[in-house]
Nanobody, 127 residues
Framework: VPLQASGGGLVQAGGDLRLSCAAS????????VAWFRQNPGNEREFVAA????????YYADSVKGRFIISTNNAKSTVYLQMNSLKPEDTAVYYC?????????????????????WGQGTQVTVSS
């Protein structure tokens, strides 16, 4: 499923941003979805995930309580609401999806478990 991420930008520490990930031509009703982030020279890092079958959400400890992942089937969009941003949140953010049922709980945070990826959107948080 083609994914298109948007919403990144430059924000001061303490500010908020909302990222969007659109699924072209279909909905996310049959997919587990996630957000990852990456800085140059580093591995892709798990941020948040939503497993539709369980209606469970998962968060990295570093963003828990500040970020919220949500989906809107009607708009075929996954959102990542990012509040109280910190300079260490600076990265390129990627949305990802996997066919529902293909991911087991222990793999939710593993980028290799996801088959579909958006192109990334840059988030820069200034101090």
């Amino acid at each position: 499923v083609p994914l298109q991420a948007s919403g990144g930008g430059l924000v001061q520490a303490g500010g908020d941003l909302r990222l969007s990930c659109a699924a072209s031509g279909r909905t996310f009703s049959n997919y587990d979805v996630a957000w990852f982030r990456q800085n140059p020279g580093n591995e892709r890092e798990f941020v948040a995930a939503f497993r539709r079958g369980e209606f469970n959400t998962y968060y990295a400890d570093s963003v828990k309580g500040r970020f919220i992942i949500s989906t809107n089937n009607a708009k075929s969009t996954v959102y990542l609401q990012m509040n109280s941003l910190k300079p260490e949140d600076t990265a390129v953010y990627y949305c990802a999806a996997a066919t529902r049922g293909r991911i087991i709980t222990s793999s939710v945070r593993n980028p290799s478990a996801y088959s579909y990826w958006g192109q990334g959107t840059q988030v820069t948080v200034s101090s």
